[in-house]
């Protein structure tokens, strides 16, 4: 779900109440389309975040940690260089917009004070965040550079005359009157909702519904009345931020009374923000870094399928061997009946009383000696198959589990697990370790992710399998409260302590089913048990655990119940 002009008015207002006269200390750029601005406000430290993502623009305070590079980029440091140090002069929304013009005031190299214009462009995936001199109208830079290759009517680049997003020709909702209203819709047309967001600027799909919703689907003086009493809201700053969780989750700043499911209330837009983008945009580059090694991930599973289904059919042709040793016994038993260039013996069958007779075919080139020979032989090869059909399977079954548990661990991996999951797979030679130079390296110890339950109560999530076992083997106490979803890949959870109650542990299931592979089912089947009873068997893979007197109970995932566990 995308921002619109009405939630970039909301937030610009909260941003121009905290942030105007703030001075910005310190500018960091944690991902390619991420800033991060630290400003110094009333006495107070914010942290302002600027996203050009293609799917999540967006821009609110954030109180989120985020991991910075080392070495900053070439953006982040003309930043600093132009804004660092400088005042914010003013933040300001282009009429409904989803640009917004932030000016901070400073010094250039020679100590004249200037001002600096971050222009934010909220638009998918033509977003963009571009410095420009308001001066001279000229562009320093972008975080996105727009050559024209990429487009030939508008270029973002350094030297270049700043250029606004071309215009939509759409009307104010907040100066429209009535007969303006009513003139700008086709109510014989239908898909009044539609028209609505092509005729009037800052408004999207959602509020555009919840319009419709308002006025019962009545008349033109209802729909006029819904649309007015919304817009008058709007142009007084009375925002209700909240997130609906229904099929979908959806945030907005006004009430949404058309939507069903339950609601999660702020007090403050940014905090709504933060808390509906939570882990989105990390989660989803992590997904496009990753995308190869997840595609390699599912052509091996693929294989070892295919394999299985060949291991399966061998299976069942080596279940004559039991066969062949019976004829073996026969012919053994029976070889004075049996004479050279005999193509089979029919006899007495002792070993199944219920098949009195057996015909055994012989080989009329052989003796009857060699025959029962050969028998022997082909009992003991297809026993030996057997065998190693069964180790096989077994082998290649635990395989694929291990590796659907890193794929699961894969799509909902932040930039610091993904890597981890990388250092693993490159352990246990599923990947090829790319050759580095020689130099030291920051080794970081892996960290499970901490909850909260409504009790009080610390519940630990290994996020990936070396977390897994650290958190499982070493963290965890014999008395702490193990949890896993019953045969569906996963994460291990840890309840820290012995005394809590009911609410703790279906919580702590909860986050269990959430971190699986069935995040998306209900009735998910979890099974819990002391630490004490789960084991690691010698030579297994990482994150790979047996236990006993587990018990199991089945919970429903709900994200707004997440998202409270992780606020504590």
């Known amino acids: 779900m995308s921002i619109d002009g009405i939630a970039i008015r909301a937030v610009v207002h909260e941003l121009e109440e905290v942030l105007i006269g703030g001075r910005v200390t310190k500018i960091y750029q944690p991902g390619e389309t991420d800033l991060i601005f630290h400003v110094r406000a009333g006495g107070r430290n914010r942290r302002l975040l600027l996203s050009a993502h293609p799917a999540y623009p967006r821009l609110h305070l954030t109180k989120e940690p985020t991991e910075n590079p080392l070495a900053p980029p070439m953006f982040c440091m003309l930043l600093r260089k132009h804004c660092e140090g400088g005042v914010i002069e003013g933040i300001r929304q282009i009429g409904m917009e989803r640009i917004v013009h932030v000016d901070l005031r400073?010094?250039?190299?020679?100590?004249?004070?200037?001002?600096?214009?971050?222009?934010?462009?909220?638009?998918?995936?033509?977003?963009?965040?571009?410095?420009?001199?308001?001066?001279?109208?000229?562009?320093?830079?972008?975080?996105?550079?727009?050559?024209?290759?990429?487009?030939?009517?508008?270029?973002?680049?350094?030297?270049?005359?700043?250029?606004?997003?071309?215009?939509?020709?759409?009307?104010?909702?907040?100066?429209?009157?009535?007969?303006?209203?009513?003139?700008?819709?086709?109510f014989n047309q239908g898909k009044l909702d539609r028209q609505i967001v092509a005729r009037f600027a800052g408004i999207g799909p959602q509020t555009a519904r919840e319009i419709l919703h308002r006025s019962g689907?009545?008349?033109?003086?209802?729909?006029?009345?819904?649309?007015?009493?919304?817009?008058?809201?709007?142009?007084?700053?009375?925002?209700?931020?909240?997130?609906?969780?229904?099929?979908?989750?959806?945030?907005?700043?006004?009430?949404?009374?058309?939507?069903?499911?339950?609601?999660?209330?702020?007090?403050?837009?940014?905090?709504?923000?933060?808390?509906?983008?939570?882990?989105?945009?990390?989660?989803?580059?992590?997904?496009?870094?990753?995308?190869?090694?997840?595609?390699?991930?599912?052509?091996?599973?693929?294989?070892?399928?295919?394999?299985?289904?060949?291991?399966?059919?061998?299976?069942?042709?080596?279940?004559?061997?039991?066969?062949?040793?019976?004829?073996?016994?026969?012919?053994?038993?029976?070889?004075?009946?049996?004479?050279?260039?005999?193509?089979?013996?029919?006899?007495?069958?002792y070993y199944d009383p219920e098949s009195p007779e057996v015909t055994i075919p012989l080989d009329s080139r052989l003796t009857p000696s060699e025959n029962a020979q050969r028998y022997f032989r082909l009992y003991n090869k297809a026993k030996s198959a057997r065998k190693?059909?069964?180790?096989?399977?077994?082998?290649?079954?635990?395989e694929n589990e291990y590796l659907e548990t890193v794929l699961v661990q894969l799509q909902d991996a932040g930039p610091r697990e993904a890597e981890e999951i990388k250092e693993e797979l490159q352990e246990e030679g599923w990947l090829k370790a790319k050759p580095q130079k020689k130099r030291k390296k920051q080794t970081r110890k892996p960290e499970p992710e901490t909850y909260f339950s409504s009790e009080g109560i610390p519940i630990l999530v290994g996020r990936n399998n070396k977390q897994n076992d650290l958190l499982t083997h070493r963290i965890a106490s014999p008395t702490d409260t193990w949890l896993h979803t019953k045969e569906i890949p996963g994460s291990h959870v840890v309840i820290r302590g012995k005394n809590f109650g009911e609410a703790t542990l279906h919580e702590a299931a909860m986050l269990a089913a959430w971190h699986s592979k069935a995040r998306e089912s209900s009735q998910v089947p979890v099974d819990h048990t002391l630490i004490k009873h789960v084991k690691k068997p010698s030579g297994t893979p990482p994150g790979f655990v047996i236990y006993e007197e587990q018990k199991t109970l089945y919970v429903t995932p709900e994200e707004s119940e997440i998202r409270k566990l992780k606020q504590g």
């Open 106 to 186: 400073g010094r250039d190299e020679l100590g004249d004070e200037v001002i600096r214009r971050l222009v934010v462009e909220v638009m998918g995936r033509h977003s963009n965040i571009i410095l420009i001199d308001p001066a001279s109208g000229k562009i320093l830079d972008g975080i996105r550079r727009v050559t024209p290759d990429i487009s030939r009517h508008r270029q973002v680049m350094p030297g270049l005359l700043y250029q606004a997003p071309p215009e939509q020709d759409k009307k104010d909702p907040l100066s429209a009157d009535r007969e303006e209203f009513l003139r700008s819709l086709h």
């Open 217 to 349: 689907l009545g008349d033109r003086e209802q729909l006029w009345s819904a649309f007015h009493h919304l817009m008058d809201e709007v142009q007084n700053h009375l925002y209700h931020p909240q997130i609906v969780y229904d099929r979908k989750p959806a945030f907005s700043v006004i009430r949404l009374t058309h939507l069903q499911g339950e609601r999660e209330t702020f007090d403050s837009v940014s905090r709504c923000l933060e808390s509906f983008f939570h882990g989105k945009a990390e989660r989803d580059r992590a997904r496009q870094q990753n995308h190869d090694l997840i595609r390699n991930l599912k052509n091996i599973l693929d294989k070892n399928e295919t394999k299985i289904a060949k291991l399966t059919q061998e299976w069942s042709e080596t279940e004559k061997a039991e066969t062949y040793r019976i004829y073996g016994e026969l012919l053994t038993s029976f070889m004075h009946q049996v004479k050279r260039g005999d193509r089979r013996l029919k006899v007495v069958n």
């Open 388 to 398: 190693w059909n069964r180790e096989q399977t077994e082998k290649t079954r635990r």
